[in-house]
Nanobody, 114 residues
Framework: QVQLVESGGGLVQPGGSLRLSCAASGSIFSRHTMGWYRQAPGNQRELVAHITTRGTMNYNDSVKGRFTIARDNAKNTVYLQMNSLKPEDTAVYYC????????WGKGTLVTVSS
């Protein structure tokens, strides 16, 4: 059974930065595109960014130019570097494959506020 464990969230002021990490158990990274998702209060879950097995990246327009996704298959870990954070980035952030598997992690909360 694959387990996904997100970390790195916290409270940051607008314009600040955070780096999120996602560690996975089981063998999923070698064959799957990985993504970061987020869900803000009152909003639907949305895909923020994803990265293929070869390292090709794609981003939601709302974060393009501010966020960077990366992966390390040897460590079964995917990262999300978030810069120039805005209050509207406040959400619980999750990692998963694209398309998703049903065993979501608990996520990590990012709060952007002055």
């Amino acid at each position: 059974q694959v387990q996904l464990v997100e970390s790195g969230g916290g409270l940051v002021q607008p314009g600040g930065s955070l780096r999120l990490s996602c560690a996975a158990s089981g063998s999923i990274f070698s064959r799957h595109t990985m993504g970061w998702y987020r869900q803000a209060p009152g909003n639907q879950r949305e895909l923020v960014a994803h990265i293929t097995t070869r390292g090709t990246m794609n981003y939601n327009d709302s974060v393009k130019g501010r966020f960077t996704i990366a992966r390390d298959n040897a460590k079964n870990t995917v990262y999300l570097q978030m810069n120039s954070l805005k209050p509207e980035d406040t959400a619980v952030y999750y990692c998963n494959t694209v398309p998703v598997i049903p065993n979501w992690g608990k996520g990590t909360l990012v709060t952007v506020s002055s």
